[in-house]
């Protein structure tokens, strides 16, 4: 089936970068793109972005513009979301989700477990 | 980049039906049909309910319906069931440099 496994919780300092993976497994790993979505302690969702892995061609949201990469290694079938310069209001649990194999398609299905990300001094 | 609106809560009996709107403008919600509502129950991974307005993934009950009208979609819960008490939220592509934008949460109570 399809699945969609992330790296584990991670604790930061301010100033520093987290770098989370999602595995995928169960399709074909070139054929849909994967979009990042965070969510804060009792907030809702926000779209990070998302990556091709096919052409690894990317697009971010415009809060998170200059401060988070997306990248993918095709051989593992691995998407990589790295976020910078953290403060304490990037404490959240991150998600990856497949979207469709269009940039447009809007729909994440299915999602990772999520990996709580925690900023902290 | 502001999020969709939702109305923060909405609740039913058992049987009933309700209606989660989800409001938007034009470059968004009203511009295209790319809107798609997802279930969260608390501690869970968002599920995939609705997408294209009305297209229900296959699994999903027949009893959620998606809808639109101008620029706001709805989400309608038909026998409102127990399990259906969690939030809900609405996301649709946008034409700007954030392509895509989720609503408030809307959390559904079961009376």
């Known amino acids: 089936q399809v699945q969609l496994v992330q790296s584990g919780a991670e604790v930061k300092k301010p100033g520093a970068s987290v770098k989370v993976s999602c595995k995928a497994s169960g399709y074909t790993f070139t054929d849909y793109y994967i979009h990042w979505v965070r969510q804060a302690p009792g907030q809702g969702l926000e779209w990070m972005g998302w990556i091709n892995p096919n052409s690894a061609y990317t697009n971010y949201a415009q809060n998170f513009q200059g401060r988070v990469t997306m990248t993918r290694d095709t051989s593992i079938s691995i998407v990589y979301m790295e976020l910078s310069r953290l403060t304490s209001d990037d404490t959240a649990v991150y998600y990856c989700?497949?979207?469709?194999?269009?940039?447009?398609?809007?729909?994440?299905?299915?999602w990772g477990q999520g990996t709580l990300v925690t900023v902290s001094s | 980049q502001s999020a969709l609106t939702q109305p923060a809560s909405v609740s039913g009996s058992p049987g009933q039906s309700i209606t989660i709107s989800c409001t938007g403008t034009?470059?968004?919600?009203?511009?295209?049909?790319?809107v798609s509502w997802y279930q969260q129950h608390p501690g869970k991974v968002p599920k995939l309910l609705i997408y294209?307005?009305?297209n229900r993934p296959s699994g999903v009950s027949n009893r959620f319906s998606g809808s639109k009208s101008g620029n706001t979609a709805s989400l309608t819960i038909s026998g409102l069931q127990a399990e259906d008490e969690a939030d809900y939220y609405c996301?649709?592509?946008?034409?700007?440099?954030?392509?895509?934008?989720f609503g408030t949460g809307t959390k559904v109570t079961v009376l």
């Open positions: 996301s649709s592509y946008r034409s700007s440099s954030t392509l895509f934008v």
């Open positions: 989700a497949r979207g469709g194999r269009a940039a447009r398609d809007n729909w994440f299905d299915p």
């Open positions: 294209d307005v009305s």
């Open positions: 034009s470059s968004d919600v009203g511009g295209y049909n790319y």
